[in-house]
């Protein structure tokens, strides 16, 4: 009986292997068609040479046990500081049902004092991502300072966020020169509907601010 049962259990866990591998799958979506900044020029903090995410090029990275496709360019969208960049990128592409949407990202500018020209209050909106499904109906994911990202330059020791979370840091050749890290953060969107498809998603950013979101690569999981 022993060794019945061992191998009704067995098989029981092989039939079960393949429904665990579909539902652990990630999809890194193709951002091609709509990024605008290289990762291996300076952007942000103009006349500060090496002020750049080189590091990160050419590399298929797998953070907080997520992986992301990286690409030569990220979406940037603009700011109060950020004016040459746009407000908004719209349908980039998903195309399929998902459970879980990974957002690689950060923002540039935020930190310092109440009465710098960069300062970003913790609590404010600074964009948000709107997910579309195939019925055409939506569903909005805020991007909060202090919440899901703060500014890239790591000025803050890693100061707490409610939801997002760092998971990439190293020094770039400006922040090098002050003994700074630069840093990336992910922020994971939950489908509160998994059986409708999703179409596509718009980056959208929000009000008069310093902050200018940026996105290196997001990840869709399948249900």
């Given at each position: 009986?022993?060794?019945?049962?061992l191998a009704v259990l067995g098989t029981c866990l092989a039939l079960a292997a393949p429904a665990l591998a579909a539902a652990a799958e990630q999809i890194p979506l193709d951002l091609s068609a709509h990024v605008n900044d290289p990762l291996d020029k300076e952007f942000h903090r103009e006349g500060v040479p090496g002020?750049?995410?080189k590091a990160l090029m050419k590399t298929d990275p797998k953070l907080a046990e997520v992986q992301y496709h990286i690409g030569e360019k990220m979406l940037q969208l603009g700011s109060k500081l950020c004016l040459e960049r746009p407000k908004k990128i719209e349908a980039i592409p998903v195309d399929k049902s998902v459970s879980k949407l990974h957002f690689l990202h950060a923002t540039g500018f935020g930190t310092g004092q109440e009465t710098d020209p960069n300062y970003v209050k913790d609590g404010t909106q600074i964009g948000h991502y709107t997910i579309r499904y195939a019925d055409d109906t939506t569903?909005?994911?805020?991007?909060?300072?202090?919440?899901?990202?703060r500014d890239w330059w790591n000025v803050d020791n890693n100061k707490e966020t409610k939801r997002g979370k760092v998971v990439w840091s190293d020094m770039n050749e400006?922040?090098?020169?002050?003994?700074?890290?630069?840093?990336?953060?992910t922020t994971v969107w939950e489908n509160p509907h998994p059986d409708k498809a999703v179409k596509s998603i718009d980056y959208t950013a929000d009000?008069?601010?310093?902050?200018?979101?940026f996105c290196l690569a997001i990840t869709a999981e399948t249900p």
């Open positions: 009986m022993r060794v019945t049962l002020n750049h995410l569903v909005d994911l805020p991007i909060v300072y202090g919440e899901d990202v400006a922040s090098e020169q002050y003994g700074i890290e630069v840093r990336l953060y009000g008069d601010t310093a902050a200018a979101p």
